[in-house]
Nanobody, 121 residues
Framework: EVQLVESGGGLVQPGGSLRLSCGASGFTFSGSVMGWLRQAPGKGLEWISKISCTGGNTSYVDSVKGRFTISRDNAKNTLYLQMDSLKDEDTAVYYC??????????????WGQGTQVTVSP
């Protein structure tokens, strides 16, 4: 059974930083592209970033480019999202997402329960 457990969310002031983690189990972590999604209050689920199986290729939605950094540790089966220069509009529940393989251009097939990130003065 695929399990994705996010952690590291919380309350942070604008301009601050947070590091999210996602512990993965139940599948071959190094054999899956991984990513992050988020859902802001009253809005739909938004894709924000993904990383290749080896970590050598990454992609971001324009709104977080230059502020967020995705990374992974295949030895620890863990995905990370370093979030810097946070803005009010980054407030959302953040979800770790799994893709079905190392193929880059396919949709994610599962995600975790999420962790709340609130950016507020």
């Amino acid at each position: 059974e695929v399990q994705l457990v996010e952690s590291g969310g919380g309350l942070v002031q604008p301009g601050g930083s947070l590091r999210l983690s996602c512990g993965a189990s139940g599948f071959t972590f190094s054999g899956s592209v991984m990513g992050w999604l988020r859902q802001a209050p009253g809005k739909g689920l938004e894709w924000i970033s993904k990383i290749s199986c080896t970590g050598g290729n990454t992609s971001y939605v324009d709104s977080v480019k230059g502020r967020f950094t995705i990374s992974r540790d295949n030895a620890k089966n863990t995905l990370y999202l370093q979030m810097d220069s946070l803005k009010d509009e980054d407030t959302a529940v953040y979800y770790c997402a799994k893709y079905p393989s190392c193929k880059w251009s396919v949709r994610h097939d599962s995600w975790g329960q999420g962790t709340q990130v609130t950016v507020s003065p």
